[in-house]
């Protein structure tokens, strides 16, 4: 079964360079999800993977095939675009059985698949429809449908779900994953949403300015971010970020926050040894922090500059020298605290995260 | 409890300014000019010639006749023959179908090809057909009757329908590119993904969205040939004659007192096929013009 693999990679439009010596392997049966803002070259990508952009340099594989010059209808790949790209004059039907326009098969097996695909994504009442006559998420579902009649092993989605509302999305997010269960099919996702990515993805590639920043697991993506730009980007409220800087190495390790608190790095897992006096970054997740301001790495008493409420959560801004500093906690919690309060919160050893300041890498 | 009219109170409809009285006049005049003299023309008519010898051209006719329209359709003379203006008028429409069907399909497909497909230099191509249409018919002239003798066409009613069909090719080209360039680039990419074929999308996907655009074009092309006079004089030799040029030999080559009724009715015989195709297809023409491809 097929692997897919970008092997050093290079895209230019004109002068701009939007990739350069890109490497990304895609296992087989994996939900491969690209997170990224925008214009950081995601669908370029996938683009390119489908055949609809040339490659400036470098091989694209599908197994052992070298596919980089191959017909994009050779290369046994199915495309969901982000704005459905169904064809208006033909009907549900219509659009599913043009999907199966470059394959050669007889009519009763192109009534089957049709069939089949409206079947499982239950959109068999609406087969005779136009889609300037189907509702949002209707349109993403036949979308979907001339994809899966093709009945190929990889499946491409570029940003699908952005177009629908938020209940929609939840709904389709559980719908395409259900299918890449029961399908056991490749699927290369492309989204800016991180929720999307965090819930559906076997793995998560996070790219910014056409360079993969990490490669891994939502979890690993999550809890040991690679870099500065990683850990900025997923999580929301986003990981708060302080300056410090490294006041002794060794098993002994510690920082010092700029307000001159105090950071016990000795539980601290180093993947580079730090310098006495480096400047660092340290990463404090919201939900890590704890409310009762015992114990742990870290602890800061700071008066509190607003709150916030996000349905299930509440999230307490504390302030910060010129920064604020976000700490989730209880709703019932979060109402008794009073703006200009001083709250007392500590970090637990193990959750915190540390960068160099200068490289921006995890230390 | 209020009903939903408890409130209703209505708002004055606005009332004619003087700027609205200002366009009103000024339409009032573009229509009389256009408008006199099509009056003129349609009551002579149906004017006897004892009548139309007393001169006063705006009077109504006192006996409505038919008899010119009769003899302006199949005996008027034009030149030597005397078969009216009918002959001019299936030596036109043997003109019109072939040129539509060769600058219609021709144009819509290297339209297609130039805006949704990666065609090699077609930006200079597109700058060299932008010039081409804007070469006065007169400058090509005399090479291309030279051209068409050549190849064997010139003075047959082929040889008019090519050379109408070609020089409409590159401003209806151009038109068509325009068009289908506002087709969303995902559904072209879609189609490329599902088939790849350029002949299978062009029939399945492109054609079947072009309604708009065929009927503008259709109309331009119709109008523009049926009315086309030069192209028909110099192309079509002694026999081939286009509706236009019957028209006008018609109408000059009376000798002793000319039959304005005649005239007249053989005017309005050679303008009536354009008016009916405005007639029957301009709202598809305005809708044509103002939407693009995709209905949204
Ligand atoms: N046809 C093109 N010509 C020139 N530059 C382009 C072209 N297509 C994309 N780019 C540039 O390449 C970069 C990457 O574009 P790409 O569409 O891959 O971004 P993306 O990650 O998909 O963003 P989004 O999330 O907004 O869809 C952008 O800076 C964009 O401006
Ligand atoms: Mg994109």
Redesign the pocket.
């Known amino acids: 079964m097929p692997t897919i693999a970008f092997e050093h990679i290079y895209k230019d439009?004109?002068s701009?360079r939007?990739l350069a010596d890109l490497n990304l392997s895609v296992d087989d049966g994996e939900f491969l999800v690209l997170l990224?803002p925008?214009?950081?070259?995601?669908?370029?990508l996938l683009n390119m993977l489908a055949g609809l952009q040339d490659v400036t340099a470098g091989t694209i594989r599908i197994g052992e095939e070298d596919i980089t010059e191959l017909d994009p209808k050779d290369r046994g790949l199915a495309m969901v675009f982000q704005s459905y790209a169904l064809y208006p004059t033909k009907s549900v039907r219509g659009n599913l059985k043009f999907g199966l326009a470059a394959q050669k098969l007889d009519r009763a097996e192109i009534d089957r698949r049709v069939q089949w695909a409206a079947e499982l994504l239950q959109i068999t009442p609406l087969m005779d429809r136009k889609p300037a006559h189907l509702s949002g998420g209707q349109r993403q579902r036949v979308a979907i449908g001339r994809a899966l009649v093709k009945n190929v092993d990889v499946f491409l989605f570029d940003?699908p779900l952005s177009n629908l509302d938020a209940k929609l999305r939840t709904e389709m997010r559980l719908e395409i994953k259900t299918l890449h269960e029961q399908t056991k099919s490749t699927i290369v996702y492309?989204t800016?949403d991180q929720i999307e990515a965090m819930t559906m993805a076997t793995r998560i590639a996070v790219m910014d300015g056409g360079v993969i920043q990490q490669f891994g697991t939502p979890d690993e993506v999550y809890e040991t971010p690679a870099n500065l730009f990683v850990a900025g980007f997923i999580g929301a409220p986003a990981m708060n970020i302080l300056d410090a800087t490294i006041t002794s190495s060794g098993p002994q390790a510690s920082a010092t926050l700029s307000d001159g608190t105090k950071i016990d790095l000795s539980h601290y897992e180093f993947t580079a040894n730090p310098n006495e006096g480096q400047a660092v970054k340290v990463g404090l997740r919201p939900e890590h922090f704890d409310t009762s301001g015992k114990g742990g790495v870290v602890s800061l008493t700071l008066p509190v500059a607003s709150r916030e409420r996000t349905g299930s959560d509440a999230t307490i801004f504390l302030k910060f020298g010129d920064d604020l500093i976000a700490v989730r906690a209880e709703p019932a919690e979060a109402r008794d605290v009073m703006v200009g309060d001083n709250f007392a919160v500590s970090f637990p050893a193990g959750k915190l995260n540390l960068f160099d300041a200068q490289t921006g890498q995890r230390m | 409890m209020s009903t939903m009219t408890d409130n209703f109170v209505p708002r004055r409809k606005k009332r004619i300014t003087g700027r609205s009285i200002a366009i009103l006049a000024f339409l009032a005049m573009c229509a009389a000019f256009f408008c006199i003299p099509l009056y003129v023309v349609i009551v002579t008519s149906f004017k006897t010639m004892d009548q139309i010898r007393l001169g006063e051209i705006f009077s109504l006719p006192v006996t409505w006749t038919l008899e010119p329209w009769r003899e302006a359709w199949s005996e008027a003379c034009s030149g030597i023959k005397c078969e009216g203006v009918s002959a001019g008028f299936f030596a036109s429409l043997k003109i019109l179908f072939p040129s539509l069907i060769l600058s219609l399909s021709v144009s819509s497909v290297t339209g297609y090809a130039l805006a949704l497909w990666n065609v090699r230099w077609a930006g200079t191509f597109m700058f060299i057909l932008f010039m081409c249409a804007f070469v006065p018919f007169q400058i090509i002239m005399i090479p291309m009757i030279i051209l068409t003798g050549k190849i064997g066409v010139y003075g047959t009613i082929w040889g008019v329908a090519v050379v109408h069909a070609v020089l409409a090719l590159p401003i209806l080209t151009l038109i068509f590119r325009n068009f289908y360039k506002d087709i969303p680039g995902e559904i072209m990419q879609a189609a490329i993904m599902d088939s790849g074929s350029f002949w299978r999308i062009y029939r399945e996907i492109i054609l079947p969205m072009s309604a708009n655009i065929f009927i503008v074009v259709l109309i331009l092309q119709i109008t523009s040939i049926w009315n086309d006079f030069l192209i028909g004089i110099t192309f079509g030799g002694l026999n081939n004659k286009p509706m236009t040029v019957i028209l006008a030999n018609t109408v000059i080559s009376a000798t002793g007192e000319s039959s304005y009724n005649v005239d007249m009715a053989a005017a309005l015989l050679t303008a009536i096929p354009p008016l009916l195709i405005y007639f029957v297809l301009g709202k598809f023409f305005v809708q044509g013009i103002t939407a693009g491809a995709i209905k949204g």
């Open positions: 439009y004109g701009l939007v990224g925008s214009g950081c070259g995601k669908t370029t940003e492309v800016h």
